[in-house]
């Protein structure tokens, strides 16, 4: 037997790519060669800034708190003695009040309402009624009251305030009645 000593053989590189190698083989080599020596251009860094704290928005200002108009005070009556339309002294004083009232609520009005008692005629009650309400109405403007603001108005002797036929009744019903109006 004979012995071969067989001795391989190397083929060259270009055999061993085959039939597409050598195409595929240049494009590759051209590709780096065309990129230069630092390979694929790198795509541009994305910087996503560090997040900023933001301070939370204030708070909603709270409603307005709604306006709550107090009621009308109730004012005293001025009371007046029989056939009389002076005020008394004690009077004066319940009218200062008025005024320093009417002075802090400048949109306020006051309708004044003149009574007599049912002793006397009917003009003559309907004369003593009105001029009381008008003596007050004259206190209130000699204070710095607008006329404007003030109403007054004699009643006579209907409505009365004290059901009686006596003294103090009669006291009761001699009288000028405050009401504050819209």
Known sequence: METHTTRSRKKP????????????????????FLTGPGGCP???????????AVAPPPPAPA????????????????????NKTVLRPE????????IKWL???????????????ERGTVP???ALSD????????????????????TAK???AVRQFAPGNNEAAWALNRRTHLVVTP
């Open 91 to 98: 009077d004066k004083a319940n009218l200062d009040g008025v």
């Open 13 to 32: 590189m270009m055999a061993t790519i085959g039939r597409w190698g050598r195409p595929v083989l240049l494009l590759v080599i051209g590709a780096l």
């Open 154 to 156: 004699g009643h006579g």
């Open 63 to 82: 409603p307005p708190a709604p306006v709550v108009k107090a009621a009308p005070p109730q004012f005293t009556d001025v009371f007046f003695t029989t």
């Open 124 to 126: 003559r009650n309907q």
């Open 42 to 52: 790198k795509r541009p860094e994305v910087v996503t800034p560090a997040p900023v």
């Open 131 to 150: 001029g009381r309400a008008n003596v007050v109405r004259d206190y209130l403007v000699a204070g710095g009251i607008s006329p404007q603001r003030i």
């Open 103 to 117: 002075k802090a609520n400048p949109d306020a009005k006051i309708a004044l309402e003149g009574y007599a008692d």
